[in-house]
């Protein structure tokens, strides 16, 4: 059974920083790409980053590029992502995903539960 368990999340002031981590079990976690997404209030769920599955790849969007790093240790079954100079517009559910590095939610068929991030001005 595949499962995705995200961490780290918070509250902290604008410019500070985060690391969320996401925990996969269930599947041969090396052999996939995975993606961090995220979900503010009202919104529709966008990606944020992507990564591949040796972590040769990471694929950004334009609003975090420079700010955050994706990563991930395959020994570890673990995902990371590094959230430096968060701003408000940060704050959201993020969310991590199995199957892709590709910015289209479809791309990926698993997903976590969710770690809430809040930067606060």
């Known amino acids: 059974q595949v499962q995705l368990v995200e961490s780290g999340g918070g509250s902290v002031q604008a410019g500070g920083s985060l690391r969320l981590s996401c925990a996969a079990s269930?599947?041969?976690?090396?052999?996939?790409?995975m993606g961090w997404f995220r979900q503010a209030p009202g919104k529709e769920r966008e990606f944020v980053a992507g990564?591949?599955?040796?972590?040769?790849?990471?694929f950004y969007a334009d609003s975090v590029k420079g700010r955050f790093t994706i990563s991930r240790d395959n020994a570890k079954n673990t995902v990371y992502l590094q959230m430096n100079s968060l701003k408000p517009e940060d704050t959201a559910v993020y969310y991590c995903?199995?199957?892709?590095?590709?910015?289209?939610?479809?791309?990926?068929?698993?997903w976590g539960q969710g770690t809430q991030v809040t930067v606060s001005s």
């Open positions: 995903a199995k199957g892709s590095y590709y910015q289209a939610v479809d791309a990926y068929n698993y």
């Open positions: 269930g599947f041969s976690f090396g052999f996939y790409a």
């Open positions: 990564i591949t599955p040796s972590g040769g790849g990471q």
